[in-house]
């Protein structure tokens, strides 16, 4: 079974990723839903849509293989905010999510995410550890650290450098904030990848 992602099928449509995430939204367009979060829609069921429409399918492609980003957040509502933030830009991102940070561990071994998006209190592992290990791993350590946190003051700021956090910002981060510089780490670790 093949799915797309939000990015992908709003290509195959030539429209806004917006679009595709308002017709989900609309029940009009079926989508998978993954851990209740993150939106795939099956290429038939794109294809069944766009028929009903009258609409043709444009299939342009997509270069590459998506940008991975895994979310590490307890609080399902922030998840659940930037993964639909990030589902709605014009960039073909694949995010996944872990509500702490044993569940991070696994999910980094099984995903391979090209940015890791961290809180620093969660439950079991918090993000101090969880981005120590990514940065002290040679099979992990090009995957930048983006950490979001309410509590972070000078100390942890500092400790999360220490760690290898490539960059922090207290919570709530605007939006646009940080769609930003997902957007420009990601870009830093394209360049890395082909220097």
Partial sequence: METLTVYQASKCCGVSPQTVSNWIDEGELNALRILGLHRRIRREDLEAFLGRRGMPVAYEMVEGSPKRILVVEDDTLI?????????????????????????????????????????IVMPNVDGYE??????????????????????????????????????????????????????????????????
Avoid: W
Avoid at 161 to 182: N, Q, R, T, Y
């Fill in 79 to 119: 998840v659940e905010t930037i993964v639909r933030s990030l589902e709605e830009e014009p960039c073909d991102y694949e995010i996944s999510s872990a509500s702490d940070g044993m569940e991070a561990n696994l999910e980094l071994s099984r995903f391979k995410p090209d940015l890791l998006i961290l809180d």
């Fill in 130 to 195: 969880v981005c120590r290990k990514v940065k002290q791993d040679p099979s992990s350590a090009h995957i930048k650290v983006m950490v979001l946190s309410a509590f972070l003051n000078e100390e942890n700021y500092e400790r999360m450098k220490e760690a290898g956090a490539d960059i922090c910002f207290s919570k709530p981060l605007p939006l646009e904030m940080l769609k930003k510089d997902v957007a420009r780490l990601l870009e830093m670790e394209r360049k890395q990848d082909s220097s």
